[in-house]
């Protein structure tokens, strides 16, 4: 497709509108749902056993039957237990052990939907009990008063099952709490306030609030976020998508190189890292912002980064970034690693085509310097040895040494063999780093100068031209018609081309330490689109370094 034929856009699409099971495509209000709590002897199901099992088949607003039973644990109740249940083992001597119990309720439960708080520490038992017991899988897909108490009652301070009933007014009489009989009733109480919390909201589908509970579990099973026909209407172009939680808070954002096919990747659950999974499980809206060129886009994903504060960050998913050996300032000492950018940086040698040799230089400095490395870390250095890291990382080391020799013969040196010995030792470090030449065929990535050239997102035979100052990319001056024209011979040009020499000129008024994680994916963008787009002679984006500017 022609990236200019259509007009950039923003629209949203719907999350979540696959089909499940029968059961969780009906309404609440026509739903069979099994209110259920237990107690047992202690929380990992392999090594304990349940103890009380109570049931309530809640079917059209009315309670239609119930399911109660003790059972036998075959093992003395922990004291811890007893205190909190107020089970005894008298209580459960005599009670039906979990061979002849369980059947009786998988029976009552069949394949309705579970509703209890904190419903995923009891599911471990039914899901443990089922396979040991029945010899089969749980089917049933479940809703946690819990995560979505978490979700409505923000403002509930204790989001326990009598806290919340307590904030609710649900119960007066809490005697009998920790009793399966007595909390699942409470439960259904608070489920029923559920119910109507999204009622209000418009949250109508059990299939919606399963959704919206966001666990991982839950999300997986209902499979994918986006509908395949609603992704066959969607352009291959660049884009920038949004996914906000249900407050309608932004919490990922990424730049997408062709909307509808990565769109469609983030519907393999399976492929994607965990914590990405998790937030897209969390996500109740899709807004997504079409764009005629990657760049725009890689830069509008920046600015969201720094305006949303997002804690997943969209390169670790995307893969857009550029990898390079970096020096950071870390307490009291410096830290060399590779890898993408981070906050902190003192200086910034690359890109890295070769992860191996980079990393073999990394290991050879490390040696070098008698400090450990760690693979994901790299190394630290303390500060006396980081400033001459720092001074390998600006190109100063000749003039490190050459002050390291006056220093030799200052008077309070030439008489202290300490001082003299810590000379000698700095001075034979920075001769060894000169021979190892660590830096060699890396360029610093922070001194790019020109200008990216790309199309307007808005409007045909219109461009977008972005100053790129010290690798920083300024706010783009639009330009009609031919832009190669427009810089080579309009006076309006003319000025464009002689303010951004000078202000290269008189240089970056950013501070590298300073630069925030939004800041610097910014600079990871100019990186991408002159490391790529020019090998692929990318004809509707352009990277023009100063030198050129003037020959347009």
């Not at 089969?136 to 979505?148: I, R």
């Not at 119910?195 to 418009?202: I, N, Q, T």
């Not at 003299?420 to 060699?440: F, G, R, S, T």
Request: neutral net charge.
């Amino acid at each position: 497709m022609d990236h200019l034929s259509h007009k950039s856009r923003s629209f949203n699409i719907p999350i979540g509108t696959v089909k499940g099971s029968e059961k969780i495509d009906h309404l609440f209000t026509d739903g069979t749902f099994i209110v259920f709590d237990l107690e047992t002897t202690g929380g990992n199901p392999e090594k304990n056993c349940i103890l009380e099992i109570s049931a309530l088949k809640y079917v059209n607003g009315n309670v239609e039957s119930s399911y109660y039973s003790l059972v036998n644990p075959r093992m003395a109740i922990p004291p811890i237990i007893r205190r909190i249940t107020g089970i005894t083992n008298q209580e459960v001597r005599h009670a039906p052990y979990i061979e002849k119990v369980f059947p009786e309720f998988m029976d009552f439960i069949g394949d309705d939907i579970l509703v209890s708080h904190n419903a995923q520490g009891d599911l471990k038992f039914l899901v443990h009990f089922s396979a040991e017991v029945c010899r089969k899988e749980l089917p049933n897909f479940f809703v946690c008063t819990h995560l979505l108490a978490q979700k409505l009652f923000a403002d509930a301070q204790d989001k326990s099952l009598m806290g919340l009933a307590r904030h609710l007014n649900l119960v007066h009489n809490t005697e009998n709490q920790h009793r399966a009989d007595e909390d699942a009733r409470v439960t259904l109480e608070l489920f029923k306030a559920i119910v109507a919390k999204l009622d209000e909201k418009g949250v109508r589908l059990i299939r919606d609030a399963v959704r919206m509970q966001g666990d991982m579990q839950s999300g997986v099973r209902l499979g994918p976020l986006f509908d395949a026909e609603e992704l066959k209407n969607l352009h291959p172009t660049p884009a920038v998508m949004y996914l906000a939680n249900a407050k309608g808070k932004n919490i990922f954002a990424s730049s997408l190189v062709n909307l509808r096919r990565d769109l469609k990747a983030l519907n393999y659950f399976d492929a994607l890292p965990r914590k990405l999974l998790k937030i897209i499980l969390d996500a109740q809206h899709l807004k997504i912002t079409e764009h005629q060129h990657l760049f725009p886009a890689m830069y509008q994903e920046a600015e969201e980064v720094t305006r949303s504060s997002l804690q997943y960050l969209p390169y670790h998913w995307h893969g857009r970034n550029i990898n390079a050996l970096n020096l950071s300032k870390e307490g009291d000492g410096y830290r060399v690693f590779l890898g993408p950018f981070s906050p902190g940086l003192v200086s910034s040698y690359g890109p890295l085509s070769d992860f191996k040799k980079a990393q073999k230089k990394l290991d050879d400095l490390a040696e070098l310097l008698s400090v450990n490395i760690s693979r994901n870390r790299g190394l630290w250095v303390p500060e006396e040895k980081g400033e001459i890291l720092v001074a390998l990382f600006a190109g100063t080391l000749e003039k490190k040494l050459s002050r390291l020799r006056l220093d030799m013969f200052k008077p309070k040196n030439v008489f202290s063999i300490q001082n003299q010995k810590k000379l000698w030792d700095q001075a034979a470090l920075i001769k060894k780093l000169m021979e190892l030449k660590p830096l060699e065929n890396f360029s610093f990535l922070f001194s790019i100068n020109g200008v990216i050239c790309v199309p307007h997102d808005r409007k045909a035979n219109e461009w977008e031209l972005y100053p790129v100052i010290s690798s920083f990319p300024q706010a783009p001056q639009i330009v009609k018609g031919d832009w190669q024209k427009w810089l080579s011979h309009s006076e309006e040009g003319g000025i464009f081309v002689k303010q951004l020499q000078q202000q290269i000129h008189d240089g970056s008024s950013l501070k590298l330490q300073d630069l925030q994680m939004g800041e610097l994916l910014k600079i990871n963008a100019v990186l991408w689109m002159q490391q790529h787009h020019q090998q692929r002679k990318d004809t509707e984006g352009l990277f023009l370094p100063l030198s050129s500017l003037t020959q347009v």
